[in-house]
């Protein structure tokens, strides 16, 4: 009964509750996450904006620069070499953000809802996945 669209939805939300899973530990740190900035193949996708928007329950923003780790790098490198004082003066100097994917109240609240049951389920096949590593 599912086409091939839900199982590509199901993937793009199960990659996007794991990254939800990140940014709450790096919120449980303490560490203030007001906004999400995407860059990349993925952020061309106003769907996964989105739902990115919708899961993590703040803003998304699109960024000047499309290529995301290798800019990065780039950045890394103009740190290192003296061009820029500090990570956050390069990013300041040459990152600015385009546009933004605000949440939607109704889709935050389904997928606030269906959250829990994705940590379940992974909890449930841990097991499994480390069975099925140990197979290759």
């Not at 490198?77 to 109704?106: F, H, L, M, Q, Y």
């Not at 809802?113 to 197979?135: N, T, V």
Request: proline residues 5%; charged residues 25%; positive net charge.
């Amino acid at each position: 009964m599912h086409t091939r669209s839900h199982m590509a939805r199901a993937v793009m939300e199960g990659a996007t509750y794991a990254m939800r899973d990140c940014l709450e530990i790096i919120q449980g740190m303490g560490v203030p996450v007001r906004e999400i900035r995407v860059a990349g193949g993925g952020a061309r996708s106003p769907f996964w904006r989105s739902l990115q928007a919708d899961i993590y329950k703040k803003p998304v923003w699109t960024v000047s620069s499309e290529e995301g780790p290798a800019y990065g790098v780039a950045l890394l490198a103009g740190v290192g070499t003296g061009v820029w004082k500090s990570v956050p003066e390069a990013c300041d100097a040459t990152i600015k953000t385009v546009k933004a994917t605000k949440p939607t109240r109704k889709h935050v609240n389904r997928y606030d809802a269906l959250y829990p049951e994705y940590g379940q389920l992974y909890r449930s096949l841990k097991a499994d996945f480390a069975r099925i590593a140990s197979l290759a």
